[in-house]
């Protein structure tokens, strides 16, 4: 696998979501290895310290914002991101910053 899945051409970026409570460590050295691939937080709300676990194990960059719906709604998980005990610069980047630019969103086009 090169540093990019090519597809038609063209650079696809790729998101592993983690097994339910389980922080995979296959997934976390996948995210680490390659730059177009990235996880979420979408899952068990009953996973302890899902947020300080990530952050410890890879770039904050490489962390997406995730519910679960319709099984689990956002409020959970986002009240889980902005109660962590991380720098907000980091909260800003998983809810906000990195889909933005994985997805390409520019906020001033509107």
Known sequence: M??????????VMLSLAYEASVI???MIRLVNRYDNVYTDIAGDIFCYR?????TDSIPAGKILFGSDFPWL???ANLARVVLTNID??????????????VYGIDPDKG
């Open 50 to 54: 899902l947020i300080e676990s990530l």
């Open 73 to 75: 709604g956002p409020r």
């Open 24 to 26: 995979d460590i296959k």
């Open 2 to 11: 090169g540093e990019y899945v090519e597809v038609n051409g063209k650079q």
């Open 88 to 101: 907000d610069s980091v909260k800003r980047k998983i809810l906000r910053e990195n889909a933005m630019r």
